[in-house]
Nanobody, 125 residues
Framework: EVQLVESGGGLVRAGESLKLSCVGS????????IGWLRQAPGKEREGVSC????????YYADSVKGRFTISSDNAKNTVYLQMNSLKPEDTAEYYC??????????????????RGQGTQVTVSS
């Protein structure tokens, strides 16, 4: 069973930075991608960013391009999301998620969240 544990959210001011971490385990093969979804109250789930296990594929939603950077440390089974220049509209619950590598793109919103509760990111203006 795949397990994902995310951490690193918090309350920051606009323009500041946060770094999210996700530790994954239980994958049966290497044909997967890990990344992040987010959902704000009253809004649809959004696929924020993902990276394939091989590192050959990355994806960023247009809303975060140039501000967020995803990286992975396969030795630690950990994926990071460095979020810079945060904006109030980035406020949401962020969930680590996984799916087939082929999902790592505009379909990332279909990825499967881990069973954790997510991590809240709140950006004040």
């Amino acid at each position: 069973e795949v397990q994902l544990v995310e951490s690193g959210g918090g309350l920051v001011r606009a323009g500041e930075s946060l770094k999210l971490s996700c530790v994954g385990s239980g994958f049966s093969d290497d044909g997967y991608a890990i990344g992040w979804l987010r959902q704000a109250p009253g809004k649809e789930r959004e696929g924020v960013s993902c990276v394939s296990r091989s590192g050959g594929t990355t994806y960023y939603a247009d809303s975060v391009k140039g501000r967020f950077t995803i990286s992975s440390d396969n030795a630690k089974n950990t994926v990071y999301l460095q979020m810079n220049s945060l904006k109030p509209e980035d406020t949401a619950e962020y969930y680590c998620a996984w799916g087939p590598s082929s999902f790592c793109g505009r379909h990332w919103y279909l990825a499967r969240p881990g069973r954790g509760q997510g991590t809240q990111v709140t950006v004040s203006s």
